[in-house]
Antibody, heavy 123, light 107 residues
């Protein structure tokens, strides 16, 4: 089955670091861009950035540059979203997504979604 | 950055109705517009890409139209599972952006 399975919910304090994961299965991980989408409580969707596991090419939403790190480990078909120092405004559900076109552009639609990881940050 | 504005913000309709919702871009995005459905407590699901192409496995009750700055999503003959929030998305330029959503509710 083609799927993305994300790590479980996290409760953290402001200033702490965090790494959440997304494991792909059922397709060739290296061939498709993987992205991360944030949904703050009761709000809409925001694309945070994307990575091409085949060569680790990474593109961030410009406003987020330097605040988070996206990475991938090809050996275990897993992508990561990392914070060095969380703030309360990072409280949200984070979805990993697969971009639709094999070997395509990083500007592409999201045809496969993980189940979401809820991150709660207390101040 | 490209802004997407969806209208209406919310919409009430009855089972069997045909509904249309709109997404307007702040500049021309050609046909780089897609639509997603998000049911409560679930991840979004891709419905339409390239303005009018139906994603595999999606009901043909969903259709998309438009180009440049103005786009529509139409749902024919509403079913119970269609009551959800719908988001448009542009993939014309970085950053990829979404509209604020249209909530479709049962009348």
């Amino acid at each position: 089955e083609v799927q993305l399975v994300q790590s479980g919910a996290e409760v953290k304090k402001a200033g702490e670091s965090l790494n959440i994961s997304c494991q792909a299965s059922g397709y060739t991980f290296n061939d498709f861009w993987i992205g991360w989408v944030r949904q703050m409580p009761g709000k809409g969707l925001e694309c945070m950035g994307v990575i091409y596991p085949g060569d680790s090419d990474t593109r961030y939403t410009p406003s987020l540059l330097g605040q988070v790190t996206i990475s991938a480990d090809r050996s275990i078909n897993t992508a990561y979203f990392q914070w060095d120092s969380l703030t309360a405004s990072d409280t949200a559900i984070y979805y990993c997504v697969r971009l639709r076109t094999k070997g395509g552009s990083y500007l592409d639609v999201f045809d496969l979604w993980g189940q979401g990881t809820m991150v709660t940050v207390s101040s | 950055d490209i802004q997407l504005t969806q209208s209406p913000s919310s919409l009430s309709a009855s089972l069997g109705d045909r509904v249309t919702m709109t997404c307007r871009a702040s500049q021309s995005i050609s046909s780089y517009l897609s639509w997603y459905q998000q049911r409560p407590g679930k991840a979004p699901n891709l419905l339409i890409f390239a303005a009018s192409s139906l994603q595999s496995g999606v009901s043909s009750r969903f259709s998309g139209s438009g180009s440049a700055t103005d786009f529509n999503l139409t749902i024919s003959s509403l079913q119970p599972e269609d009551f959800a929030i719908y988001y448009c998305q542009q993939t014309y330029s970085n950053p990829i952006s979404f509209g604020q959503g249209t909530r479709l509710e049962i009348k």
